[in-house]
């Protein structure tokens, strides 16, 4: 693989974890979230809710992100392999 082709697919990848990233933060706003924790399990310091809420989006995010590539990686791997001779 050509450096260039590795530094696109990386950005590529880079991107797509920005945009799920945004995508969950967009979905699941952390006042309303905020608001439904404390009225069930108490007070906690915006400082720690932040502190968990971010961690839990990003390992939300990365987890998607990762399904994603290797879901897409799969589908051109199979489509690639069908299409080469076969050697009898």
């Known amino acids: 693989m050509k450096a260039?082709?590795?530094v696109v697919i990386w950005l590529s990848e880079l991107a797509l974890l920005v945009v799920v990233y945004s995508f969950?933060?967009?979905i699941?706003?952390?006042i309303w979230l905020y608001?439904?924790?404390t009225e069930h399990y108490g007070f906690?310091?915006?400082v720690e809710w932040y502190d968990c809420y971010i961690m839990a989006l990003m390992i939300l995010?990365?987890?998607t992100t990762t399904l994603l590539i290797a879901g897409i990686a799969f589908y051109f791997?199979?489509?690639n392999t069908r299409s080469l001779?076969?050697?009898?």
């Open 4 to 6: 260039k082709t590795a």
């Open 24 to 26: 969950y933060c967009a």
């Open 28 to 30: 699941a706003p952390d």
């Open 35 to 37: 608001d439904i924790y």
């Open 44 to 46: 906690v310091t915006e």
């Open 61 to 63: 995010s990365v987890t």
């Open 77 to 79: 791997h199979r489509n």
């Open 85 to 88: 001779p076969v050697n009898k």
